[in-house]
């Protein structure tokens, strides 16, 4: 595992983003495993000035997000396809074709997990999968207590999480209480990962996940074991670090 520390928010983005045009330059036709959240808004408006500037193609690449609301539509403005589609898709090169993210309003969502599993698979696996961190330790919407071996699937949301992604809504009663999300062996599957992290208010999850014992009550501790991490975090996410 590696670990590159930078200054702040900004300095992190920037990080990421190299880590992602990288993957770009070096396999033009990748699938890329992307994630929402605050965390990686600065890398994907730092993507988006690059490919402007021609330093970055999209044009081949295909994309899996982790995981989707139940119950929002994709045009839903707190949707997770509504947020890669005015964070990225919607300023790249990008064939939308091949941008996937879970349906949250498939009539049998466990169906849709199948689906979305299996699609990962007929593309060949991910090659980069972006991370963030829940407050909880979470890696896509894996909580506290998922089993390790889990594929994609609905999972019923965690109270802190939801209080957390309550910034984005009117009120905590309009934040979702399920979602799907790729598993967690799904997400250990990915050739790299990065893991993006800042704030303070993440040390404690950032120092679980990296330093702490690997165990389901701890998702993020998983990535332990992948043999290829690379974890990008301001010093404020770091500071809880032995
Ligand atoms: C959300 C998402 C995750 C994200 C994490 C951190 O609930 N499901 O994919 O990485 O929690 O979010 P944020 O970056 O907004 O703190």
New binding site residues.
């Given amino acids: 595992m590696r670990i590159i520390c930078t200054k702040d928010y900004e300095e992190m983005s920037l990080r990421v983003a190299d880590l992602i045009a990288a993957q770009i330059l070096l396999k033009p036709d990748s699938v890329l495993g992307l994630?929402?959240?605050?965390?990686?808004?600065g890398a994907y408006d730092s993507l988006v000035e690059r490919c402007r500037s021609g330093e970055v193609d999209f044009s081949k690449i295909s994309t899996v997000n982790?995981?989707e609301y139940i119950g929002l539509a994709p045009d839903h403005v707190q949707s997770?396809r509504h947020y890669m589609n005015s964070h990225l898709f919607d300023h790249v090169n990008i064939d939308k074709s091949k941008t996937n993210v879970p349906s949250g309003v498939a009539a049998e969502p466990a169906e849709e997990c199948r689906r979305y599993e299996q699609l990962i698979r007929d593309m060949g696996g991910i090659d980069l999968q972006l991370?963030?961190?829940?407050?909880t330790c979470?890696?896509?919407?894996n909580e506290p207590g998922e089993r390790f071996e889990t594929i994609t699937h609905v999972v019923t949301?965690n109270e802190q999480?939801r209080k957390?992604?309550s910034r984005?809504f009117a009120s905590i009663d309009e934040v979702p209480k399920k979602?799907v999300?790729m598993g967690i062996q799904t997400i250990m599957s990915a050739k790299t990962i990065v893991l993006?992290v800042?704030?303070e208010g993440?040390a404690d999850a950032l120092a679980a996940a990296l330093q702490g014992d690997v165990k389901p009550s701890a998702p993020g501790s998983i990535l332990q074991m992948h043999q290829n991490v690379i974890v990008v975090a301001d010093k404020a996410a770091l500071s809880k670090l032995a």
């Fill in positions: 994630a929402t959240g605050s965390t990686v808004a982790l995981d997770y991370l963030g961190l829940g407050k979470h890696i896509g919407f949301l999480t957390d992604n984005f979602a999300t993006a800042n704030g993440k």
